[in-house]
């Protein structure tokens, strides 16, 4: 162990660091190397000097200053909120893509039944409950607040997107009255 | 066992930057009053000027409430937060801001425009000026590390997360912060 490994090695001991297995090999080394034992009192002397030395902080009112940054984030937000997009515009933009989505499927859809069904049909007939049209915009709205209450306003027109698309392959909503079903076809 | 319950209850940080990060505001107070003394003693630390880390502090906090949302790991926030303080701190240091949006005469203790600068008057003492100037010697990451281990007490793993290393690391600086000290310190260590 050269003379810095173990002044390194030291300076672990002395904050309690150093790894167990080399614990014992220190000990031993300190035992009988009053260099060594020196190294680690001027450590202690240091760090008690260095802790003496910057203990004397200013006396500060802990609770105003609190009340102070508390309130500077407060202002902070106030002035975001001005000049950022109010959340329900996010909300509006994930009800319309999710609304024009069900649109074009269902012109899909209809175009399918005109020309001997559409693959659209396949999936959606299994568990449909064969609503009126009407019911597809409303239920569709419900849809789209799955993801109002997300935290992040930037990825909520994601999470819109994500959830009203998923909703339309995975779970079926759009009334099936009058189409006829294909065989044989998949969405996703 | 009701006052364990109770001090059981207190929620932990990671909690509560989990809170903050779905959109309880409130919680970041709560983590702004844990946390707001250690920040102030860093910045205060490397700056030496208690107006200056007050600002610091605001600016740190201000800018973590900001960016919480981008802490993947509640469980890291001290560390976090305190890289903001000791980044801004430097920061600070190379290019000093003008005017100050906290009342230094309100925050502090007594009365702070008696007679010179008042925070050289609460702390006083030629030994604090030298040490302030032996940690000033010390290249960056090596000033840092003594700072938030030694000085603040802040478990290694938290320094490291401050000065974006590893725990070895963190050792290796504190130990070379240490020979550096000793040298130009070697008089008080008699």
Redesign the interface.
Known sequence: MSEEEL??AL??YH?G?LPAARRAEIEEILRTDAAARRKVE??A???A??????A???????D???E???G??DR??RQRQVVSYPIWLYRGVGLAAAAAILVALGLFAEFGSMHGGSPVQQTMVADADIAPPAAAAAEADEVAEVSVDQ??ADSAVAQDYASANSVLVHRPVISLAGFTPVEGTQVH | MGTDKSVSEEPSDAELVRRVQDGDRAAFDRLIERHQRRAVAIAYRLLGNAQDALDVAQDAFLKGFMSIETLENPQSYVGWQMRIVSNLSLNFRRGRKGKSALPLDELLVGDPSAGGDPIRNAQGGEMEARIRSALAQLPEKQRLAMVLFTIEGLPQKQVAEAIDCSVESVKWHVFQARKKLKEILGEYLQ
């Open positions: 002044e390194f300076s672990e904050d660091t001027q450590f002397r240091l760090d000097l260095m802790r003496d030395g910057a004397r902080m200013p006396e500060i009112q802990w105003r200053l609190a102070h940054l508390s500077a984030i902070s937000q935290p992040a």
